[in-house]
């Protein structure tokens, strides 16, 4: 599968918090529904933030440890359990594109946006892929943690002779449609506090080391610091909405300042709502 036809803008990589960040995803897919530019982008969580999945039990949370850390809290459209994005071990992307212009089947669409993902993980040197086979889960509520799935769960192997050669998830991906629009999202492991994802849980089974176990950080694998894995990130991305015949990238692009107004307005109605978050759980749209 080639990557649709339609001209693209690429941001780079900006620092905000989680609750802007997850607005403005819902932004660009709004934007692309419109008929404007789809958008390629990096993005970097300050302060550190922990997103509930669409339907996840705020129980799930340790409330008082996430603050006395600093850690935010917002919920996301999409499914699954709650990711800890370090501010600076998590490289996050997003991809927002008409619906009209990608596969109608949310697999085949998952796939054909995943692609440079994997080619960013190429470039870097690590081998990362779909899991071969399931693996089973270790605590539900944590999405790094929930079982592992050939069909959309990306694993990186460890270096040959290492302590932990086994696959082990780098990659939550994940998507959504808005508006005839659809936006995938996803956190890119660059390096692993195992404490402080395992703490934003409220009473997790799973010791920090078995938490290693389980997911790998790009530092762990590859010489590489962390601005070099962004450009990474953000050259594949580039690179594949440019090799489709008819697409443009706007390798330079920005946020116009009605989208940033629009993503305020979606961050006072909902990602930083303490109802939205705390107690409806998938609440709102």
């Not at 990186?156 to 659809?182: H, L």
């Not at 996803?186 to 080391?209: E, I, K, M, Y």
């Not at 590859?222 to 706007?250: F, H, Y």
Request: glycine share 10%.
């Amino acid at each position: 599968m080639s990557a649709p036809a339609v001209d693209w803008r690429l941001i780079r990589e900006e620092a905000r918090p989680g609750p802007k960040q997850m607005a403005l995803d819902e932004v660009a897919a709004e934007t692309a529904a419109a008929g404007g530019p789809a958008t390629l982008r990096t993005y970097r969580w300050e302060p550190s933030c922990l997103t509930l999945g669409r339907h996840q039990e705020p129980a799930t949370v340790d409330w008082g440890f996430c603050e006395r850390e600093g850690i935010e809290v917002s919920r996301r459209q999409t499914g699954g359990g709650g990711i800890y994005h370090d501010g600076a071990g998590d490289i996050a992307y997003s991809i927002a594109v008409p619906a009209e212009t990608v596969p109608g089947e949310l697999l085949d669409c998952y796939h054909l946006l995943c692609e440079p993902v994997l080619d960013a993980f190429d470039r870097l040197g690590i081998d990362a892929d779909y899991v071969d086979e399931p693996m089973p889960e270790l605590h539900r509520p944590a999405c790094y943690l929930r079982e592992l799935h050939p069909a959309h769960d990306v694993v990186a192997a460890g270096p040959s002779g290492g302590e932990r050669t086994g696959p082990r998830k780098i990659a939550g991906n994940a998507q959504y449609r808005k508006r005839e629009a659809v936006i995938q999202h996803g956190s890119l492991t660059f390096s692993v506090d195992a404490a402080r994802h395992l703490g934003v849980f409220a009473d997790p089974p799973v010791t920090a080391d078995e938490f290693r176990e389980r997911v790998v950080g790009m530092d762990d694998l590859v010489d590489v610091d962390r601005a070099d894995a962004v450009a990474t990130v953000e050259a594949a991305l580039a690179d594949w909405a440019g090799a489709a015949a008819g697409s443009t990238v706007d390798a330079d692009g920005s946020w116009t300042d009605a989208e940033l107004e629009r993503a305020e307005e979606l961050v006072a109605e909902k990602y930083r709502n303490e109802e939205w978050i705390r107690s409806r759980p998938g609440g709102g749209a």
